[in-house]
């Protein structure tokens, strides 16, 4: 990718012809030898893509092995020989890292565990309701809370489901890979025969085959686990004939949010620390200073604002988090700055966006999302999971519980 483009899916291959098979793993093994022929830069590209600049590995999407003490990812991280830094992240700090006085940043660590709290007496009652129900009319940290919902959820609060949030199950240990979260997938990925820039526009589900057609052909199966992201269900990017009305409801409860990253260079010599633009203002990014000591500033911003800046492209986005950061470090951080690489989740025509989010009314949807259907359409993905969803653990355990449903449905 370039520095100011959207993240690039590896698409359009030129194999003319394509044969159905009947064997799909030959056929995607055929894909596979093809894609790797056509695309040898970067075949992958999902939201957990690493790219690497100056050697130095980029998350532009995940980065923190989440609830790591619960985290399959994290012993799997081992045994593939990653180094794991497990140093826990110190996000409150960011406060007087910022300008604001310890006292203050006290009272925003008391009032967002208060927020917490109420969120969760919220969604003990019957009415499943948005997020922002549980603010203290007119208070003080109201609008930091909201951009850290956008961080956390890539979605403001009035969208945000209680009952769903409170599900998410957070120990609060977060860790990182030195070698980046992408390289850890790659590794898991090696030797699958993965069809890379081959979508799937529609499932045909008649028969007693099913019938996936693709960009390339059409593969025949007999079970098939359906692992996009919600939004492309919703949107009917992919098609299922029969039609699955309540697939397509469950997607559009669970709408993709968006967050997104902006990576700079830093020729500086500042301690690792966390930074918050602003606490007063919503549009505002959270910032990352030279993460392991590397001489990196990533930025991370969500909701409407991010939004909003993918719309207006990557020289807005360096603007606006350079006049930031000559805010909170100096106006000769300027010189010291050199924007390098930005995601554009939104605009990522295979990924529509970051992760999913239930709005408020629609916590079950996940479930209703994950079900099977007619024990041969498996689904999986974040929005799948009940209480690790908007993370990679949490589509992954779905991956692995689709593929044992499928399995053991094989030989029933
Ligand atoms: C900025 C950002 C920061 C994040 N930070 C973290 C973090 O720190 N920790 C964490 O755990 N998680 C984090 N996440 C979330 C995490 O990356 C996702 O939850 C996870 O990657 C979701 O996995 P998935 O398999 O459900 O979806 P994806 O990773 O989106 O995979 C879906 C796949 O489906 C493919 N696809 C789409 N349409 C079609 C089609 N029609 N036919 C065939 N294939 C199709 C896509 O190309 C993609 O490969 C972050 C995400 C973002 C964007």
Redesign the pocket.
């Known amino acids: 990718m370039s520095e100011s483009a959207p993240i690039q ?1 590896p698409n359009g291959l030129t194999s003319g012809d394509f044969t159905e098979a009947d064997e799909p793993l030959r056929l995607f093994a055929a894909w596979f030898s093809d894609a790797t022929r056509s695309e040898p830069a970067d075949p ?5 893509a690493t790219v690497d600049a100056d050697g130095v590995p980029m ?8 609830s790591a003490d619960r ?1 399959v ?1 994290a012993p799997l991280a081992e045994e593939f020989g990653f180094s794991i830094n497990k140093q826990r992240p110190d996000w409150t700090t960011r406060l007087r890292n910022s300008g604001e006085s310890e006292a203050a940043e006290a009272d925003w660590a008391a009032e967002r565990d208060a927020f917490y709290w109420a969120v969760h007496r919220l969604a003990e009652q019957p009415e499943d309701a948005p997020c922002s129900a549980a603010l203290v009319p007119g208070g003080r940290w109201n609008t930091l809370l909201n951009a850290t919902s956008t961080w956390a959820n ?1 979605v403001e609060l009035d969208r945000l489901s209680a009952k769903d949030n409170d599900r998410y199950e957070d120990t609060g240990v ?1 860790w990182r890979l030195h070698r980046g ?1 992408g390289r850890l ?1 790659e590794a898991l990925a090696e030797g699958l025969p993965i069809a890379y820039g ?4 529609h499932i045909d589900h008649h028969g007693a085959e099913i019938a996936i057609e ?1 960009g390339r052909g059409t593969v025949r199966a007999a079970r098939v686990i359906v ?3 919600s939004a ?1 269900i919703a949107e009917e ?2 098609v299922f004939d029969p039609p699955l009305p309540d697939k397509l409801a469950a997607a559009a409860g669970l709408p993709l949010g ?4 902006l990576f700079f260079h830093f020729d500086g010599d500042a301690p690792e620390r966390f930074l918050i633009g602003s606490t007063r203002r919503h549009e505002t990014m959270t910032y990352q200073v030279r993460p392991f000591g590397r001489p990196r500033i990533n930025c ?1 911003f ?1 909701g409407r604002f991010a939004a909003s800046l993918e719309r207006e492209g990557f020289d807005a986005m360096a603007a606006f988090a350079t006049d930031e950061l000559a805010g909170l470090l100096g106006g000769d951080v300027r010189q010291r700055l050199k924007p390098l690489a930005a ?1 554009f ?1 939104r605009q ?9 989010y239930a709005l408020p009314g629609h916590a079950d949807d996940r479930g209703k999302l994950a079900t099977p259907v007619d024990g041969r359409l498996f689904f ?6 009940l209480h ?9 355990e ?2 692995t519980a689709a593929a044992e449903a499928a399995l053991a449905s094989l030989l029933r």
């Open positions: 899916h992958s590209a999902m939201t957990l998350d532009l999407g995940c980065e923190w092995l989440h985290n990812l890539a977060n979260y997938f081959t979508a799937a526009t693709t692992a996009v992201p492309i990017r992919l968006l967050a997104d990253k991370f969500g995601s989740w990522d025509e295979f990924a529509r966006g970051s992760y999913s999986a993905g974040e929005a799948c999971s690790f969803f908007s993370t990679a653990h949490g589509a992954y779905t991956g």
